[in-house]
């Protein structure tokens, strides 16, 4: 029988190691900035694609009409998102979770650097790139952090909040300077730069190995047995591409018509076989509460992933964004939700610890997450019914809507991390890491969907129609809480 990355146990006491950022194991630091590099690049160039993508040609853009471009990007970012689940399950199978956030930072650096190239197949080969790469590192970097940990260990949440912190320092980063790159210099050089920032996050990586040596290790298995892994995970997401391009781009009228019908049937397929084959008894509980939780995960992001699309047009074409008499970058706007979770992760890691065994459960927080996150486009939905003379909102108005998705993206996404942790089987913690993703994946894929609706005409009935599914998501979480407490055991 292998044994998996999860199945080694640290060599080091977890709990004696306090020497990293404020009391928590070294290898938290060395994981901060690698993920705080990585986002970097990610952010910067998500901060650039709607835009660059509906500029007019003249601009240097692809002249994209919204509906087109929000269509390619909502596949992307959700393709993002869906690679982790092979990535995860590579992780497990070959490469262990510290190779694999390797191999897939270096594979997201060439796909930023293919943008770079001003030509229609490098921007499109660098998407692709990107997205493998992204599919390699993400789950196994916060699989990592969940490793450094012992499944007591009271630090675990707030561990998981100093990681988002530096998550999103570099998400704070890289609107500034690759949007006004991208916007005020060229857009191409805006994505080089995401690829440089990328590389210094690799090279981080490298030289702070030791402090992770002790977890993250590759399967114990046979060379004939890495080869077949190997070509299985290469296959998986070959499949996972295909199928998105597929359903996207290439697949009859009315497939493509009806993808998110088709990609919940692929999930409802997804859940019938790990329940019904896959899972051991005892593992089909834990399981369900992480399921369960998928759900109303998938709404938040529907809903939170609007940043980078509806919102990001409304900053360029219905936001005043003037400032000492210059027009600032709209991709600046990116930047203001991480702003507020550099601010606030800190204090909710302090508040969740001084609560204790009090904090709220996990469902809990998820509740309250979709509520703040539902609010926050009714905020939206207001400003559009109060545009200027010139047709454009104040810059308060998306600073008050960032604000309540910071409050629920802080009660739902380290959260969400941490609780996927706990609850999965030691033998499944890359491939639940992915399926926390997954969540991520479908929300970002519906975002797309919603975001193609944008129009000067439509404003104030699509965020009032956005802002529903949220808010009435919340309520029904409270009502099933006690009931996903059963399914957890233990587990908070």
Not at 154 to 166: E, L, T, V
């Amino acid at each position: 029988m292998s044994t998996t990355t999860a199945d080694l146990t640290p060599t080091t006491d977890s709990t004696a190691d306090r020497s990293g950022i404020g009391g928590h194991p070294r290898g938290l630091t060395t994981l901060f900035f690698t993920e705080m590099w990585e986002r970097f690049s990610y952010y910067g160039m998500r901060a650039l694609l709607i835009l660059f993508m509906t500029t007019p040609i003249a601009q240097g853009g692809f002249g994209y009409d919204n509906a087109k471009a929000a269509g390619i990007y909502g596949a992307y970012v959700g393709s993002v998102y869906l690679m982790s689940i092979p990535g995860g399950w590579i992780a497990d199978n070959v490469f262990g979770t510290r190779r694999a956030v390797f191999v897939g930072g270096v594979i997201i650096a060439l796909g930023h650097f293919s943008m770079a190239v001003p030509t229609q197949w490098s921007f499109f080969l660098g998407l692709i790139l990107i997205v493998f790469g992204t599919g390699l590192l993400k789950p196994n970097v916060s699989a990592i952090v969940g490793d450094l940990y012992s499944a007591d260990d009271q630090r675990r949440d707030a561990g998981f909040s100093i990681f988002y912190m530096g998550i999103n320092l570099g998400a704070f980063l890289a609107p500034l300077i690759c949007g006004y790159i991208g916007e005020k210099v060229n857009w191409h050089y805006g994505f080089g730069l995401a690829g440089i920032f990328m590389s210094l996050g690799l090279v981080q990586y490298v030289l702070m190995q030791k402090t992770i040596a002790h977890v993250g290790h590759p399967p114990a298995l046979s060379s004939q047995q890495k080869i077949r892994n190997s070509i299985v995970g290469i296959v998986f997401m070959a499949a996972i591409a295909f199928a998105v391009i597929f359903l996207y781009f290439i697949g009859p009228e009315i497939i493509r018509e009806n993808k998110v019908y088709v990609m919940l049937g692929g999930l409802l397929l997804l859940l019938a076989w790990l329940f019904g084959w896959y899972l051991k008894p005892e593992e089909k509980k834990p399981v369900a509460a992480i399921v369960m939780l998928f759900f109303f995960s998938v709404v938040f992001w529907a809903v939170f992933e609007q940043a980078g699309s509806s919102f990001n047009l409304f900053a360029r074409d219905f936001t005043n964004r003037q400032a000492f008499g210059n027009e600032f970058p709209a991709s600046w706007y990116q930047s203001v939700n991480s702003m507020y979770l550099i601010a606030f992760a800190p204090v909710f890691a302090w508040f969740w610890i001084k609560l204790g065994d009090k904090q709220p459960s996990s469902p809990a927080k998820f509740s309250i997450a979709l509520l703040f996150v539902g609010v926050g486009v009714l905020l939206l939905a207001l400003a559009s019914m109060t545009l200027g003379a010139d047709g454009k909102a104040g810059p308060w108005w998306l600073m008050g809507v960032y604000l309540c998705h910071t409050i629920g993206e802080l009660c739902l996404s380290p959260v969400g991390l941490s609780t996927t942790t706990k609850l999965a089987p030691a033998r499944l913690s890359g491939l639940m890491m992915g399926v926390w993703f997954l969540s991520i994946s479908f929300g970002n894929f519906f975002a797309g969907e919603v975001a193609g609706n944008f129009s000067k005409d439509a404003l104030v009935g699509l965020f009032s129609k956005v802002s529903i599914g949220p808010l009435v998501a919340g309520i029904l979480l409270i009502a099933l809480t006690p009931f996903i407490r059963k399914l957890m055991g233990k587990v908070k």
